[in-house]
């Protein structure tokens, strides 16, 4: 029986993670009557060898997944699960919201009640987020990051050189579930500050021109609006020192009425907030914004 994890399950837990289409290349195999395969089983960051035993997927002593379990796997699409202890869960959890990891190609992408909190259409999320941090962070950096998620943007701001990043995330769910992702396991180590907070809260706490760069990809609008108003766009402003710069993911990009734009009323906003230059970054959704 496939169990679904809770949040104080998670903490220190590795395992075999595979998903539909692993399990796909798995079944092939066993159809062909093959003995071994090579896949991935930390969601496409490395690949091994395995052996196949009749019905069976050996991955390890402890742990094999039957015939009938792969079929379990295949016939779930967009989930990734974990086989160890010889148990199979499914990564996820249900209580405020739905919350899972998806797989993609690459790294998986967050979803939450079925709106995904990553550009993923033409790209995968671990690539989008490098791509907002580098549009602000430099070597160097002091760094905020308000809306972690499962901490891609934070880890690509270490990349980039920064010498200190504070991350803030919101729910316990997601700081659980990030433990289980492979991908997000370079915000767990020096030269990063893992914080659980409202940010909108947070921000007021944090001393004026105290970091270089800020990248704010909020959820979306309809579920916080607040991050998205004049008067958080202030408290950024604040934090930022003189000519620092801020990537602001805002997502929707359709029109909102003839001639305007969600990214162009939340550009009007920044300025309105006191950022001098703004400029819309259309392939990432997003605008950079100078202090």
């Not at 009557?33 to 997927?57: H, M, P, V, Y």
């Not at 490098?130 to 070597?139: H, L, N, S, W, Y």
Request: with cysteine.
């Amino acid at each position: 029986m496939v169990q679904a994890f809770g949040v104080q399950d998670v903490m220190n837990k590795n395992g075999y993670l595979l998903y539909s289409e692993i399990v796909r290349q798995v079944l092939g195999a066993m159809d062909r009557g093959e003995d071994r395969i090579e896949i991935s089983t930390d969601l496409n960051l490395s690949r091994g060898t395995f052996a196949l035993c009749g019905d069976e997927l050996i991955l390890d002593a402890d742990n094999r997944l039957s015939r009938a379990q792969l079929r379990q796997i295949e016939n779930k699409e967009n989930r990734i699960f974990c086989q160890e202890d010889g148990r199979l869960e499914v990564l996820e959890v249900r209580d405020a919201g739905y919350y899972k990891l998806v797989p993609t190609e690459q790294a998986p992408l967050l979803e939450i009640s079925g709106v995904k909190m990553h550009i993923s259409k033409g790209i995968n999320p671990f690539e989008s987020a490098g791509q907002m941090a580098a549009q602000v962070v430099k070597k160097g950096d002091r760094v905020l990051d308000t809306c972690s998620g499962l901490g891609y943007a934070a880890s690509a701001a270490l990349k980039l050189g920064a010498r200190e990043v504070i991350s803030v995330e919101l729910s316990a769910t997601v700081m659980a579930l990030r433990k289980r992702n492979p991908w997000s396991q370079g915000i767990f180590g020096e030269n990063i500050h893992l914080v659980q907070a409202n940010v909108d809260e947070y921000i007021r706490e944090l001393a004026a021109e105290s970091f270089d760069a800020v990248i704010h990809d909020p959820p979306r609008f309809s579920l916080a609006g607040e991050l998205y108003g004049e008067k958080f766009y202030r408290e950024i402003h604040r934090v930022l020192k003189r000519r620092g710069a801020l990537f602001h993911y805002t997502g929707n990009p359709h029109m909102v009425k003839r001639g305007t734009s969600f990214i162009d009323n939340a550009a009007k906003r920044l300025k309105a907030a006191g950022f001098t230059k703004v400029v819309k970054v259309v392939e990432l959704m997003g605008v950079t914004a100078y202090k």
